[in-house]
């Protein structure tokens, strides 16, 4: 499936994992990306592996857990890189632990990183779409986001809370041609699993690859207009594990 016009689109979280594969696939369908993330050198590398394909895509190296940054950093992407038709929120960050022992530091920037910022991401990008009368806007929830697990517990309730956001931002611009899917996926072979937040010993082989979820990001995101996927939940066909 390729873009039948010029389309422009925001990637959270775009150094590595489904930020990354969702860039490539997007640049390989013709889109032109504006990719953020704390990591600059990587960053880069990405936009220089996506400008390959002939697209125009930029690095904006940005901190989205500094969350009272995040709306006017947003602004400043948009008005040097152009209108954003697709803004994919796909930044976060794991987390286990108990709730009992989950000091209220990482509680809050558990919330912060992912759905403060993206809150803050969407108020960076809307008032464009809707001077335009259309956009799409994809959030990368989790299956967490519709099932609780034991020791998940910050994490969970970070993407139940992104959940709520994404389903009360669709029926609220609905009416103003913006289109939002909320796209959970169960476990993803990404490098969030060796971050020192996440201990969990699963298999990650059997895990979804960020190239599938990749595949279906690129899906929602070229859909005709008047088609949208509101919700869409992606697993391995071996199950939650």
């Known amino acids: 499936?390729?873009?039948?016009?010029?389309?422009?689109?925001?990637?959270?979280?775009?150094?590595?994992?489904?930020?990354?594969?969702?860039?490539?696939?997007f640049a390989a369908s013709g889109i032109d990306i504006a990719l953020v993330s704390r990591q600059e050198d990587r960053l880069e590398a990405v936009a220089k592996e996506a400008r390959n394909f002939g697209v125009e895509a930029k690095a904006f190296p940005l901190d989205l857990a500094k969350v009272e940054q995040v709306h006017a950093q947003i602004d400043s992407i948009v008005a040097a890189f152009g209108p954003i038709d697709i803004l994919v929120n796909n930044a976060g960050m794991g987390y286990t632990g108990d709730l009992i022992n989950t000091s209220l530091a990482d509680w809050q920037r558990v919330i912060d990183l992912n759905l403060t910022s993206v809150f803050q991401c969407v108020q960076g990008v809307l008032p464009g779409m809707r001077d335009r009368g259309s956009g799409t806007i994809i959030?990368?929830?989790?299956?967490?986001?519709?099932?609780?697990?034991?020791?998940?517990?910050?994490y969970c309730v970070s993407k139940f809370?992104?959940?709520?956001?994404?389903?009360t931002l669709a029926m609220e611009e609905r009416a103003n041609g913006i289109r939002v899917t909320a796209l959970c996926p169960g476990s993803v072979?990404?490098?969030?699993?060796?971050t020192e937040?996440?201990?969990?010993?699963?298999?990650?082989?059997?895990?979804?690859?960020?190239?599938?979820?990749?595949?279906?990001?690129l899906y929602v995101?070229?859909?005709?207009?008047?088609?949208?996927?509101?919700?869409?939940?992606?697993?391995p066909s071996i199950g939650t594990f």
């Not at 072979?189 to 060796?194: A, C, H, Q």
Request: avoid cysteine; hydrophobic fraction near 50%.
């Open 1 to 25: 499936m390729t873009s039948p016009i010029q389309k422009r689109a925001l990637i959270t979280g775009a150094s590595s994992g489904i930020g990354r594969a969702t860039a490539l696939a």
């Open 139 to 154: 959030n990368i929830v989790s299956i967490a986001g519709l099932q609780t697990f034991p020791n998940w517990g910050a």
């Open 161 to 167: 809370g992104l959940m709520a956001l994404s389903k």
């Open 189 to 194: 072979n990404t490098p969030i699993w060796e």
């Open 197 to 217: 937040t996440v201990k969990a010993d699963f298999d990650r082989a059997a895990m979804l690859t960020p190239e599938i979820v990749a595949e279906s990001i």
């Open 221 to 235: 995101a070229l859909l005709p207009t008047v088609a949208v996927i509101e919700e869409l939940t992606l697993m």
